[in-house]
C-alpha cells in the first residue's frame, strides 16, 4: 500500500509536465476512489483536487464520465467526492466563473438521465447556488431552470395513473419547482399538465399522493397566469365541491383537502374573476362578454351556497372541540409519568394546533365568499396555509418522530404518510440530501429511466 500511495501522489506531477495526460489520470483517481483504506483514500481526493486545480475543465469532465457509468459502486464514490469535496469548492474551483460555471451546468444536465431524487436534489441546489443562477441571474438563466425541473419531470410523457415511479416523481419536481415560480418562471407547463392528466383521475391516486397533489397545487396557484387560471377554476371548483358536501352528513369532512382547493379557488379566481359567474353563480362585473350577467346560474349559486356553509358549521364545531382539547394539554403534561409520555401528549399537542390552524383558515377563506360579488384573496398574505406554520412546539414535538397524513388533528381519513408538511417531499428518502452512502440501496425518490435507479 505505501507504494500504491506514493504513486497516487505522484500521479498530478505528470500531468504538470504533460497536461494531455490529465483528462486519462483524472479518470484513474476517479476509479481509485473505491480504495479502502483511509491513508490510500487521502492520497486518492488529494491527488484529484490538485488536479482540479490544475485543470478544472478537463477534471471535471473526466470525473462526470463516471456519473453516467454503468458501474454503480464506482459512480456512488465519484458523487460523493464531488458533493463533499468539489461544490463546497466552487468559488476557488470554477475559474473563470461565467464559463466554469456554465461548462458544470451542462455537465449536470447531462448527467439528469438518470438520477434519483435525492441526486437530483443535490444538483438542483448546487445550480440554484451557482452565480449565472443566483439572485441577480437573467429570466432566460431563471427559465433554463425551470426547464430542467420540468424535463425531470417527464411532462411530455404519456401519463399513466398506475406508474406511481412517475407521480413520485412529478410531485416531487412540482415541490422543487416552487421556488423557481417566486423568481418569475412560468408554471404554465405544470398546471397544465396537472388539469390534463392528474385532476381526471384524482381518485385513483393514493391519499399520499393526492395531498401532496392539492398542496403542491395550493403553493403554485398564486403564480398562474390569467389564461391558465380560467383553465383550472372549473377541474378546482369540482374537487371541491366533491368535498364540501352539500348537507350535513355523518361523514368526516378532509378539511386538509378543504383548506388546499379553497385556497387555490380564491388564488385563481382572482386572476379571472367573471370566470366564477357561470361556475357559482356570481354577479361580478367587469364589463366582457365573458360576464354573463345575463343567463341565471341562480342554481349553482344556491348549491355552492350551501356547500360552504356546511363545512363552515362543521369547521366551528370542531375547532371549538380542538380549542378545548388544547386546553387540557397543561393538566395532562403535570399528570404525565415519564418523558415518553410527555413527548407523545406534546405531539397530540402539535396536531391539535395544526387542526386549529386549519380550521381557521377554512373560516377566512369561506367567509368572503358568501357576497353575491365577493373579493377573493389572491396575493392576501394574511392566509398563510396550516402547514407552512411551524411554531417550536410542533418542531420539537415531531423530532424524531415519522408523521402521517392523518396527523392534522382533525380525525380526517387521510391514509398513508403526510406529505411535505415544510420539509422536502418525502419521496425524496434523505430529506435535505444525499445520506454519507447513497448507494442502490438507498437512494432515495424516484427509480432513474435508464438503469432503474433508486430503491
Not at 458544470?104 to 443535490?122: C, N, R
Not at 363545512?311 to 382539547?325: D, M
Not at 368572503?368 to 396555509?385: R, Y
Amino acid at each position: 500500500m505505501q507504494i500504491r500511495v506514493q504513486a497516487i501522489r505522484g500521479l498530478p506531477l505528470l500531468c504538470k509536465d504533460t497536461p494531455r495526460h490529465l483528462p486519462k489520470i483524472a479518470d484513474v483517481l476517479g476509479q481509485l476512489l473505491l480504495a479502502e483504506e483511509s491513508l490510500e483514500k487521502d492520497a486518492v481526493q488529494k491527488a484529484l483536487m490538485s488536479l482540479l486545480r490544475q485543470d478544472p475543465k478537463a477534471s471535471l469532465t473526466a470525473l462526470f464520465e463516471h456519473v453516467e457509468s454503468p458501474d454503480e459502486n464506482v459512480r456512488e464514490k465519484v458523487l460523493i467526492f464531488v458533493r463533499e469535496k468539489v461544490f463546497p469548492m466552487k468559488t476557488e474551483l470554477l475559474k473563470p466563473q461565467e464559463e466554469m460555471e456554465r461548462h458544470v451546468t451542462d455537465l449536470i444536465k447531462k448527467s439528469l438521465q438518470d438520477v434519483t431524487g435525492a441526486e437530483f436534489k443535490m444538483f438542483m441546489d448546487f445550480l440554484k447556488g451557482l452565480s449565472i443562477f443566483g439572485e441577480k441571474a437573467a429570466p432566460e438563466r431563471i427559465q433554463e431552470l425551470l426547464e430542467i425541473v420540468e424535463g425531470q419531470a417527464d411532462l411530455d410523457a404519456q401519463f399513466n395513473v398506475s406508474d406511481t415511479d412517475h407521480i413520485d416523481r412529478l410531485m416531487s419536481c412540482l415541490y422543487l419547482a416552487l421556488p423557481i415560480y417566486v423568481r418569475g418562471a412560468s408554471n404554465s407547463k405544470f398546471l397544465n399538465y396537472i388539469n390534463k392528466h392528474l385532476l381526471p383521475v384524482f381518485d385513483k391516486l393514493s391519499d399520499e399522493k393526492k395531498l401532496d397533489l392539492l398542496k403542491n397545487l395550493a403553493e403554485s396557484s398564486p403564480y398562474a397566469s390569467a389564461q391558465d387560471a380560467r383553465s383550472l377554476l372549473p377541474s378546482n371548483l369540482q374537487l371541491l365541491k366533491k368535498y364540501m358536501p352539500r348537507r350535513k352528513t355523518s361523514e368526516e369532512i378532509n378539511y386538509t383537502f378543504v383548506e388546499c382547493l379553497l385556497y387555490t379557488f380564491h388564488q385563481l379566481a382572482s386572476k379571472t374573476p367573471n370566470t366564477t359567474n357561470s361556475l357559482c353563480g356570481y354577479k361580478i362585473v367587469t364589463g366582457q362578454p365573458s360576464d354573463r350577467l345575463g343567463e341565471d346560474f341562480s342554481d349553482l349559486h344556491k348549491d355552492f351556497m350551501e356547500r360552504l356553509t356546511v363545512v363552515e358549521e362543521s369547521a366551528k364545531v370542531t375547532k371549538k372541540k380542538l380549542t378545548q382539547a388544547i386546553g387540557e394539554f397543561g393538566k395532562a403534561m403535570v399528570a404525565a409519568k415519564d418523558d415518553a409520555a410527555k413527548s407523545e401528549l406534546r405531539l397530540k399537542q402539535a396536531k391539535t394546533t395544526l387542526g386549529m390552524r386549519t380550521c381557521s383558515n377554512i373560516l377566512s377563506l369561506t367567509q368572503p365568499l358568501h357576497e353575491k360579488s365577493p373579493t377573493f384573496l389572491g396575493g392576501d398574505k394574511k392566509i398563510t396555509l396550516s402547514w407552512k406554520e411551524t411554531p417550536k412546539t410542533v418542531a420539537s414535538a415531531n423530532a424524531g418522530v415519522k408523521r402521517t397524513a392523518s396527523d392534522n388533528g382533525l380525525g380526517s381519513t387521510v391514509g398513508g404518510k403526510k406529505g411535505r408538511g415544510t420539509e422536502n417531499p418525502s419521496s425524496f428518502g434523505n430529506r435535505g440530501g444525499l445520506s454519507r452512502g447513497i448507494g442502490r440501496g438507498i437512494r432515495g425518490g424516484w427509480r432513474g429511466r435508464s438503469r432503474g435507479r433508486g430503491y
